[in-house]
């Protein structure tokens, strides 16, 4: 039947097919594509919007099974009739996202192909699709971009683009598309978004709406920065505003907008309505349900409006009992110290804590806010945005040891090594050259008080807080060294500042989750593990993956970490953290707090426990942090008080039947640099805790002087030419540097990154941002 080789014919010919057997071959193959497309079309059905309506409870578990709270959108759904939703809403999507809605067959072949060629290379698929497509994807229970999925939505959007009328299509696709905020379908948006029906949306509050459809994450003008640093409330509104007036625009282009209604519609962008709490999400219960929602989509390839539509069970690490801890110590602490109604000052106060396992990663309590029902949708426990001041100066310690300064030759350096710690200290490079400000002046680094320390140890410098040791120590170590060290510990890279010699003091803004996981770090002698909330995520009854527990990681050298403890012990038994001396048992920890008093952190750790708290003031109407200076009734307030008392408060609870674990012994570590810089081989002083109270002076708030931003910067660990003591050329007119209380922060000096290797450095630039879980958290 196939003559193929040709018998009859010889040489080259006889492998040339005949056109015979070509338009056969060609007329099967067209006819076998036929068959296939007819049995796929037949073996489709048309979508059901009431099908996809179906959605259930999602289920959240306490560690020790109980449940938390259920919560799905099964009541925030409703589906209504075309004629139920405004002309202005049908022509504002289809301006948006399909012009040629009532001319096309309902397929965008252009569109699969890059989506079939895209899947093939290995990437994800493209956007583009018409709405009836977009109808069908919506309801279409499988998610999956699988090229089999494509075809069979391929099929289905051609036969409902032959079946069904375009009405019934445009009615199906707003019933069963995603607004956000749990929203499915245009009716259940407009209760969300404005507090009415459908029928009564504006043709302006249409354009808010058709605007969600391009991703409710980045435009829902409430912000949606727990899920994303990015979507910030500011840029959300930003973009949301932008895109309802382009909107507008091309509906009245389209002739679906009069001149008059156009005018009337952008004469004012129509603000929706906040969030509201849903049923069960109140107290803590809402952060740690938010919390644990991220970690769920970070960690796997369910999307949030698949995770919305419910029937997920989800187990996680949260401590019912711990969570009420904490909860109740802030409430104590907060009742004792802060009054609004007496102290307009005292208004806007927030705080924020996580407690984590150390050599575990699991988040065992954290603390949101004053939850949903009262106005408060922000996580400040897994947030970005409130720099942690001098809570970050063991990370620069723990650098130093481990890598050394630039003239260490790579050997550590001890705690024990002095750096200067007077006030008004001109930074210095490796050079000796001093870091100037952007008008060339001479940049100099202030304490909060004009205390003449002198050469003090690193030790010391850390149990008073005194900035101008660790910021010329971070350039001598090299800050790409204090860096890496602080990332390697738990520290989100999309949270670091400048690398600039303020990093040193702590201008990042990791969340309070991140602290406590990095501080975690020490207390498990420099084992680390991400911070997790989620243990097993079920559908259907079936274990999704990818919810192990995080592996452990060695991050610092034993030893280094173990000294690290060691000197943050001696900041509770004789320093800026001495009020945590109440817990009663072995414990370290630091103080932190920012320039201009605007935040201020302890962050401390046991053996079982690491725990982190924040305190700050924030404009509710731009999220600008507010100066705590006459805060609760005092002239500033520090890391080492009301955080301090809320740790305390809440690890005393925490422990309570607990055995007291030391930590393992510090041995002593790196040279001991004296005044001159002449490196000792051996310590000469054990490393333990000071017997008794130093008497050294408190440090007092002070006023930040405003400076101009100084250009990158080394250190000043000697005194050559005295310019380190504040003589000589240092009585220069240069800007001034002012820490706040127990070190504090300065945002001012300019992009810089000092590497560590003996007279040189190197421009870098680092931004701010970050998620819990894999990304913010």
Same mark, same amino acid.
């Given at each position: 039947m196939i003559d193929y080789p040709r018998a009859e014919k010889y040489g080259w010919r006889r492998w040339v097919p005949s056109w015979k057997l070509t338009s056969g071959l060609f007329i099967g193959f067209v006819g076998s594509?036929?068959?296939?497309?007819?049995?796929? %079309? &037949?073996?489709? *059905?048309?979508p059901n919007e009431n099908d996809a309506a179906k959605s259930q409870n999602n289920v959240y578990y306490w560690a020790d099974g109980k449940q938390m709270v259920a919560t799905g959108t099964g009541v925030n759904r409703q589906n209504v009739s075309i004629d139920q939703i405004p002309e202005a809403m049908q022509w504002a999507v289809i301006s948006a996202e399909n012009k040629s809605f009532y001319q096309d067959s309902g397929v965008d072949p252009m569109g699969i192909a890059r989506a079939v060629v895209n899947m093939a290379r290995?990437?994800?698929?493209?956007?583009?699709s018409t709405i009836t497509q977009q109808y069908v994807k919506n309801t279409y229970l499988s998610q999956q971009q699988t090229l089999t999925r494509k075809f069979k939505e391929m099929f289905i959007s051609i036969k409902v683009g032959t079946k069904l009328k375009k009405k019934q299509i445009l009615q199906g696709y707003l019933n069963t598309s995603y607004f956000g905020r749990g929203a499915y379908g245009i009716q259940a948006a407009a209760q969300t978004y404005y507090g009415k029906n459908a029928v009564d949306l504006t043709p302006s509050q249409c354009a808010v709406l058709a605007a969600l459809l391009k991703g409710p994450t980045y435009f829902d003008p409430a912000g949606n920065a727990d899920l994303d640093p990015t979507a910030t409330q500011k840029a959300n509104t930003q973009r949301s505003q932008e895109r309802w007036k382009w909107i507008l625009e091309q509906m009245h282009n389209d002739h679906h907008l009069t001149d008059a209604q156009y005018v009337t519609a952008t004469k004012k962008y129509p603000v929706p309505q906040g969030r509201k709490a849903t049923k069960g999400m109140t107290g803590q219960i809402s952060y740690l349900v938010d919390t644990a929602k991220k970690y769920v989509l970070a960690h796997s390839d369910i999307t949030e409006a698949?995770?919305?539509?419910?029937? %997920?069970?989800?187990?996680?690490?949260?401590?019912?009992?711990?969570?009420?801890?904490?909860? &109740? &110590?802030?409430?104590?602490?907060?009742?004792?110290?802060?009054d609004p109604k007496r102290r307009d000052l005292d208004k806007y106060v927030q705080f924020g804590a996580a407690s984590v396992k150390p050599e575990n990663g699991a988040i065992v309590a954290l603390y949101g806010g004053d939850g949903y029902e009262n106005g408060h949708f922000t996580n400040n426990a897994d947030t970005s945005g409130v720099p942690v001041g001098s809570t970050w100066k063991p990370f620069v310690l723990a650098a130093a040891m481990e890598y050394g300064t630039y003239k260490s030759d790579g050997q550590g350096i001890s705690p024990l090594s002095k750096y200067n710690g007077n006030d008004h200290l001109k930074v210095t490079r490796p050079d000796g050259s001093p870091f100037l400000n952007k008008d060339n002046s001479v940049f100099f680094q202030n304490n909060e008080s004009h205390y003449k320390w002198g050469y003090i140890s690193l030790r010391k410098a850390m149990e008073q807080s005194v900035n101008t040791p660790f910021v010329q120590l971070g350039v001598d170590v090299g800050l790409t060294h204090v860096r890496d060290v602080a990332q390697r510990s738990g520290i989100l890279k999309d949270s670091f500042s400048t690398l600039n010699p303020s990093f040193a003091i702590g201008t990042s803004t990791p969340s309070a989750i991140r602290m406590a996981d990095a501080y975690a770090t020490f207390a498990a002698s420099g084992k680390h593990a991400d911070p997790y909330s989620v243990t097993e995520v079920k559908k259907d009854g079936v274990d999704l993956q990818g919810f192990s527990k995080p592996q452990v990681t060695p991050a610092i050298p034993a030893n280094v970490a173990n000294n690290v403890t060691d000197v943050l012990q001696n900041v509770i038994q004789n320093g800026t953290g001495q009020n945590a001396k109440a817990l009663g048992r072995t414990a370290a920890g630091k103080t932190g707090t920012t320039d201009s008093n605007k935040s201020a952190w302890f962050v401390g750790y046991t053996r079982q426990l690491s725990t982190s708290v924040a305190m700050f003031r924030e404009n509710p109407k731009d999220h600008e942090l507010l100066s705590m200076n006459g805060t609760a009734g005092v002239p500033s307030i520090h890391g080492g008080d009301i955080p301090t008392s809320v740790w305390t408060e809440y690890m005393r609870a925490a422990l309570r039947g607990q055995n007291d674990l030391p930590f393992p012994d510090a041995t002593p570590i790196g040279n001991v640099e004296d005044e001159a810089g002449a490196p000792s081989p051996t310590p000469s002083v054990t490393i333990t805790p000071s /017997?008794? /109270? *130093?008497?050294? /002076? *408190? /440090?007092?708030? *002070?006023?930040? &002087?405003?400076s101009p931003s100084p250009s990158a910067s080394d250190t000043c660990q000697w005194s050559w030419g005295n310019d380190c003591n504040g003589n000589g050329n240092s009585n220069g007119t240069g800007g001034t540097d002012t820490g706040g209380t127990d070190g504090g922060t300065v945002p001012t000096p300019t992009p810089t990154d000092t590497t560590g290797t003996a007279g040189t450095t190197r421009g870098n630039g680092n931004g701010n941002g970050g998620i819990f879980g894999g990304q913010n958290g």
């Open positions: 594509l036929v068959a296939m497309v007819g049995v796929g %079309y &037949a073996m489709v *059905s048309i290995g990437g994800q698929t493209q956007g583009g698949q995770f919305d539509q419910g029937g %997920y069970q989800i187990k996680t690490t949260f401590d019912k009992k711990k969570v009420n801890e904490l909860t &109740a &110590a802030v409430k104590k602490i907060q009742k004792q110290r802060i /017997p008794t /109270p *130093s008497t050294s /002076p *408190s /440090p007092t708030p *002070s006023v930040t &002087a405003t």
